[in-house]
């Protein structure tokens, strides 16, 4: 892409409404841009961030066993009655009326309309176990949406849910997305942290909220030091070490040493949840067992905040310059910069941009007339990993300067070597 032609309106100064770094960053590296309080319009950078996480899930999800599915963004309220949850959310729930007096609402999430979808066309243990996936968008009307993307009031999720015979056979399927869910963050470039919660409205008796430790986190948790340090854990692992969310926390309790136990913010990107047959009870989703005898369904359902990851990940991952994307999220994986428009520098920056091209790279490349000085600017905030930085005075030696954004690293590199340079590093 070429930075004359990308809609990258970018900001210079930090907008006043922006309380939080991640929130202030989106807005000057042009990502996103607010149509009213709490709903957000995602522009090009921004969207390609998104499209890169969801990618990343999707992978994980089918790998596991998952199937993608896509259920409607209007829920009928009649379903909520049934299940007992109608007023769950209060007034969060944004309700509304068509034009036959039937009530709807905006989903908030999707436990109701996944449970129809089973008790509808699934009736026999035999094609069990099942798990159901969508990323679509939600809303729920926050009394105060706050901090950009990280609590607006509509949002990406991507919500799962399993359906198995048994506790046992849905306990496995619990501790399967748990370590799916590992293996995702892992991927974003994230440490995330699980830790013990409270169901709230969505229900259920065993949950498990997975946060980033960050100063501007809105959550209190508590953990035990070592389970930052002990790596490679698995999801069963995490039963030894002691991780609560606040609510859960009880000081006198605690069986972690005052000198490892950690309090720490977090920010919640995902939460998983045992759920039993707190749905498929109220609403009928029965399947027939080995003895030809009807029985509710265990469910569980896990949920990850898609476009609230995208402010997580840069609340764990700035400087004083910009965003530092990790790699594998980054709306493009290296900028070429020409530092002048100098016919040798612009011919060899537009062979290099072509080559990465055909390579499948995502390239962006400046070719503006802005001064080197904003360039440079621009490409640290919007985070680019990589860049190629292209000079007369370094050219006419036949090197380029490749530069590291998570660490500064710069190095000259021979221009017939430029493409592995991006190969190995990418």
């Not at 506790?167 to 995702?184: G, P, W």
């Not at 020409?338 to 499948?360: H, W």
Request: hydrophobic share 40%; with cysteine; net charge negative.
């Amino acid at each position: 892409m070429l930075v004359s032609k990308l809609f990258m309106p970018v900001l210079k100064e930090n907008p006043q409404e922006a309380q939080i770094v991640s929130h202030k960053l989106m807005l000057r590296a042009g990502m996103i841009r607010q149509l009213t309080s709490g709903i957000y319009n995602w522009l090009p950078l921004g969207l390609k961030v998104l499209q890169n996480i969801s990618k990343i899930i999707r992978e994980e999800l089918n790998k596991a066993g998952a199937q993608e599915i896509l259920m409607p963004i209007i829920q009928p309220t009649s379903l909520w009655h049934e299940s007992g949850r109608s007023d769950g959310y209060g007034k969060e729930t944004l309700r509304m009326i068509d034009r036959h007096d039937n009530p709807l609402l905006f989903s908030p999430t999707g436990e109701e309309v996944v449970t129809d979808i089973f008790r509808k066309n699934i009736n026999s243990y035999k094609q069990l176990p099942m798990n159901l996936y969508q990323i679509q968008w939600k809303f729920r009307d926050e009394i105060r949406p706050r901090f950009g993307v990280m609590r607006g009031r509509e949002f990406l999720m991507k919500d799962a849910y399993t359906f198995d015979l048994t506790k046992e056979d849905a306990e496995k399927s619990y501790y399967k997305m748990f370590e799916t869910y590992l293996s995702i963050f892992k991927r974003l470039g994230l440490k995330a942290l699980p830790i013990q919660a409270d169901p709230g409205v969505i229900g259920g008796s065993l949950s498990h909220e997975f946060h980033i430790l960050a100063e501007t986190g809105e959550s209190d948790i508590y953990y035990d030091q070592q389970l930052m340090d002990d790596e490679g854990l698995k999801a069963q692992d995490y039963a030894n070490y002691y991780a609560m969310a606040d609510e859960m926390h009880i000081e006198e309790k605690c069986p972690v040493p005052q000198a490892r136990l950690k309090h720490s913010k977090g920010i919640e990107i995902g939460h998983i949840f045992y759920l039993g047959t707190k749905y498929s009870e109220s609403l009928k989703a029965q399947v027939t067992d080995g003895n030809g005898k009807l029985q509710p369904v265990e469910m569980g359902c896990f949920g990850i905040g898609v476009s609230r990851l995208v402010g997580g990940i840069i609340e764990a991952s700035n400087d004083e310059r910009g965003i530092v994307w990790p790699k594998a999220v980054a709306p493009f994986i290296c900028s070429i910069i020409p530092l002048k428009k100098d016919e040798q520098v612009m011919e060899v920056a537009y062979e290099l941009y072509s080559e990465l091209l055909s390579q499948n790279f995502e390239i962006l490349f400046d070719d503006t007339d802005q001064s080197a000085g904003s360039k440079f600017a621009t490409h640290e905030l919007i985070g680019v990993p990589l860049q190629i930085i292209i000079g007369p005075k370094k050219l006419a030696g036949n090197k380029v300067e490749c530069k590291i954004r998570a660490t500064g690293e710069l190095t000259e590199v021979d221009v017939s070597q430029v493409i592995e340079w991006v190969k190995e590093h990418a």
